[in-house]
Every structure is written in C-alpha cells, then in structure tokens.
C-alpha cells in the first residue's frame, strides 16, 4: 500500500511540475514564436498571394476578436483599387496535425484570389506538396465565398492530391473554416478597413 | 575523480559512440543527415536533452520508485524535448521547420532513454553530466560526419550553418543523388561503420 502510493505520489508530483514548467516556458516564448511564423512563414505567402499591392499588408495587419475567434487579418489594397484581406485558418485532421491555410479574399466581390498552405507537419513527398505545389490549392482561385468548399467526393468541386487525401481534406476543412469566419467577420473587417 | 570523469565523457566520442558503436537512435541519423547543419542542429537538440535528462533522472535517483522509473524518465525527458522544440521555434525556426517531426521524436531516441536508464540511475549527477556531454557531442558528431559524407556526394556541398556553404565540388561534380535519398543513409552508415571497425581493430 505504502509503495503504491509512493509510487502515485512521485509520478504525479513529477508530472504536475513538469506541466506547470513547460506552460511558463510556453507563455515565455508564445510572442517570439508568433514573430518568427510571421517573417518566415506568413509574410511570404501574403506576397504569393498579393504580389502587387498599393500598401504593406504585413505592417497593417489588425486583430480581430469575436466571443469565439481571435485572428489576424491582413489588409491588401490590389492594384486594380479593390480591397482583399488575407485571413489564415486551420484545418483540423491533417496527418502531423493541423494544416495552416491562408486564403486571400477580394472583399468587393466576395471571391478567393488564391489560397497558400502556410504551417503544417505533412509526410514530406506525399501531403506537403500541399504547399510545395500550388495546383492543388490553386484549384480555390476564383471561388465565391458562397461556393462548397469540399473535395468532389463531399459534393464539392475540389480535386483530391492523389496519395494525400487526408491532407487534402485537411485543407479543404481549413478552406470551409476560412469561409465560415468571413461572413461572420465581413462587417467588422469592412468598419476596420473605412 | 577527475580521470573517472573525463572518462565517462571521452567514452561517449569514441568507445560508446551511440550511433556506430551502440548502434542505437537510428531513426533521426538516418532520417536527417541530408545535410551537416542538419546534422548538427538536431546532435545539439538531443544533446541538451541528454545532459538535462541524465541530471534530473540521477538527482531523483533515490526518489523515483524502481517500478515506475520509466514513465519517470520519459516525463523528464518530455519535458526537455518540448522545452527544444519551443526553443527552436522562438529562436530557430528555420532550422525547426528543416528538423520538424524529428525533434519530438527525441523523446523515444533510444540514447537519450538508454542513459538514463544505464547511467544516470546508477551514477552522480556530475559524472551523469559528463556522462550526457560526452554521449551528446559524440552523437553530434557523428550526425555530422554522416550527414558530411551523405551531402558531399549527394549534393556536392557542405552546408555548416544557416545555409552556409562552406565548400563546393566544382561544375564538372555530378551529384550522386542517391545518397542524400533513404537508401543512401543506410548505404553510408554501413560503410562508416565498416571503416571504423577498421581503425579500431588491432
């Protein structure tokens, strides 16, 4: 009995503080992860998205929160004068975890401009072509905001990546997510933007 | 005292070498050793790991109960790997999307576990420290020279750091594209281990 609860005592303690370390050093580290993902993952994929703009939508980006959602929106006035945002959403069910999608839409006519895989941990060769190929997400260029942002097998009009099609869904989740946060935010972004 | 600790950290960078010698914690040496900063970005991780790891484990060592010692070790060892991955994250993060899925996996690195399990347990944290240094550079080490060979033909460079070339095979080289692939680690490996061998027969 004694060494049973010996036994519960230390295992407990031990995981208990390495909890409590590893939240301080994920707190102490939260904003300069935040940083690095900016510069080195989204900052790029912003530009392949809007490679001609009148403004910097990395420097004026805005948070908005809603009671559910908190995300970053980054505003791109396109070279033709119509307003687009770029909003990153995450697919849940990738093969590493989440899969990262940046969709970049044209606010005055509520279309896609093109879409970029930013962050995720897919089998190099087979679900990271994802981002390394932009034919699969390219497929959601031109798309209404309106449209069935699934695979063709889920009734939508998307072509899976053959030998990925988990990540594929993944993407595609990220894609109905990014749909989704648009027209609950649309008013918001459009008072923000004014 | 002093003899016994240099020991136990030079045993690490020859006679226990954990990949040719103990042939263990295959999984990354084969998987990331497409490039020397590769190489040597994940040796570093796992050799905070170890050192960390063997200090905690022999500090507790009269504390952890023998029939739970395991998930002890792997809840220490955990946490140091998550705090790396963050680490790199925050201030590496090139280097962390290069090493991605494998610095979790130091966790299940059968060196790192096997140290502490062999090791640390029995010993002092200070020659545990020595312990955990001397396997830690060894295992970089060897990343290293593996992964050295593995570019050097299969790309014909030698990338040091952050992308820094520090030599080139001239335009006539044609990369032997092979080695840099899965099979060409296994390929490397063995030749190493053959020619350490070699050396080490008398």
């Known amino acids: 009995m004694r060494e049973m609860l010996n036994m519960i005592v230390v295992l407990t303690a031990l995981t208990a503080i390495s909890g409590g370390l590893l939240s301080a050093v994920q707190s102490g580290t939260k904003l300069r992860i935040e940083e690095q993902v900016l510069n080195i993952v989204q900052a790029p994929v912003i530009r392949e998205i809007f490679p001609e703009t009148t403004n910097d939508p990395i420097a004026e980006r805005f948070p908005i929160e809603t009671e559910t959602l908190s995300l970053k929106i980054f505003p791109a006035k396109l070279a033709d004068g119509s307003n687009a945002i770029a909003l990153e959403t995450k697919g849940k069910g990738g093969y590493g975890g989440d899969v990262g999608l940046m969709v970049g839409i044209n606010l005055d006519n509520d279309e896609i401009i093109t879409a970029r895989v930013t962050t995720h941990a897919e089998t190099p060769g087979f679900g990271a072509r994802a981002k390394e190929d932009p034919e699969f997400v390219s497929q959601y260029n031109g798309k209404s905001m309106n449209d069935h942002m699934g695979l063709k097998r889920d009734g939508g009009s998307i072509d899976a990546m053959s030998g990925a099609t988990v990540t594929s869904v993944a993407v595609t989740m990220a894609a109905k997510e990014a749909q989704k946060v648009y027209q609950q935010i649309k008013p918001e972004i459009l008072k923000q933007i004014q | ?202």
């Not at chain 2, 016994?4 to 690490?12: P, Q, V």
């Not at chain 2, 946490?79 to 790396?84: E, N």
């Not at chain 2, 979790?104 to 545990?128: D, H, Q, W, Y």
């Not at chain 2, 593996?146 to 820094?164: M, Y």
């Open chain 2, 1 to 202: 005292m002093a003899q016994s600790l240099a020991k136990e950290f030079t045993k690490g960078l020859w006679a226990e070498v954990p990949p040719f010698r103990l042939v263990l914690g295959l999984c990354p040496v084969l998987a990331v050793t497409t490039k020397v900063e590769n190489g040597i970005g994940m040796g570093l991780a796992t050799t905070f790991v170890l050192v960390f790891s063997n200090l905690l484990v022999s500090l507790l060592r009269n504390i952890i109960p023998s029939k739970v010692r395991i998930a002890c070790y792997i809840v220490i060892i955990a946490t140091f790997v998550t705090i790396v991955e963050l680490g790199m994250q925050a201030f590496t993060y090139e280097l962390f999307l290069k090493l991605g899925i494998f610095i979790p996996l130091i966790v299940v690195n059968c060196v790192v576990l096997g140290r502490a399990e062999a090791f640390a347990s029995k010993n002092t944290p200070i020659m545990s420290i020595a312990d955990g240094l001397g396997i830690g550079i060894g295992f970089t080490l060897s990343l290293a020279a593996l992964a050295a060979v593995r570019e050097l033909l299969g790309a014909g460079t030698i990338t040091l750091w952050n992308g820094a070339v520090i030599f080139e095979m001239g335009a006539a080289f044609q990369p032997f594209a092979f080695m840099v692939q899965a099979p060409g680690a296994f390929v490397a490996l063995g030749l190493m281990l053959a020619g350490m061998n070699l050396i080490g027969k008398k």
